[in-house]
């Protein structure tokens, strides 16, 4: 968010955010069957949109880091190396989920299993006393919790994910940051909240002019939809 005499507009950078939640059980099976099955067919179009991108991609004969911005390429490299603790160029299953997740895909279990069955490799202790001893009777673990991802699958397959994602959940991932409690909307107090946060020092009248601008319906706040329509614009 920049300062300006102007009216200010709102960041258009992606956000990293979680935004999965369980289901309330409480309200009652059904409801928790539906929920189930509408998280499994978002998985399922995630999972096409990914495909169709991959061949288009293979097609054109293009790495898809090369169609990231420097960003995007910073960001996944810096996921990467934050949670390759051993610094070995290689992450595990459980460093894998969280650097997912940090990117803003927050997989299921059998997911990451399977990344790591079709892009992993088998784990061997580097420079374990026994290992050169006992290779013939003790392989590397090919379990698929125990095989490890190189960094440049690693980059391949978040950078294929980043570019079939919808650029409308992006948006509203950064609008859950704004909105805060889960309202809705994104009230005055949000936006002072985030200004200051973000060390902006934006006065009043400009906090209160990016509402008036943007606020369609005149309720004095911005709803998804006109969130949705800023971003997109």
Known sequence: MASSSAHPTFPTRPFNSNLGKLPDRSIGGAFGASTSQQQR????????????????????????MSQLTEEQREEINEAFGLFDLDKDQKIDYHELKVAMKALGFDLPKAEIVSLLQTHGVPSTPPNHPSANNNINNH?????????????PQFQNIMATRILARDPRDEILRAFD???????GKISLAD???????????????????????????????????????????
């Open 177 to 183: 940051l704004f909105d805060e409690g889960g309202k």
């Open 41 to 64: 067919e978002a998985q399922r179009q995630e999972r096409e949109r990914e495909r169709l991108e991959k061949e288009r991609l293979e097609r054109e004969g293009q790495n898809p």
């Open 191 to 233: 936006l002072r909240r985030v200004a200051r946060e973000l060390g902006e020092g934006l006065e009043e009248e400009e906090l209160a002019a990016m509402i008036e601008e943007f606020d369609l319906d005149g309720d004095g706040a911005i709803d998804r939809e006109e969130f949705l329509g800023i971003c997109l614009q």
């Open 139 to 151: 392989p590397p673990s090919t379990h698929p919790t125990r095989l490890l991802l190189p960094l």
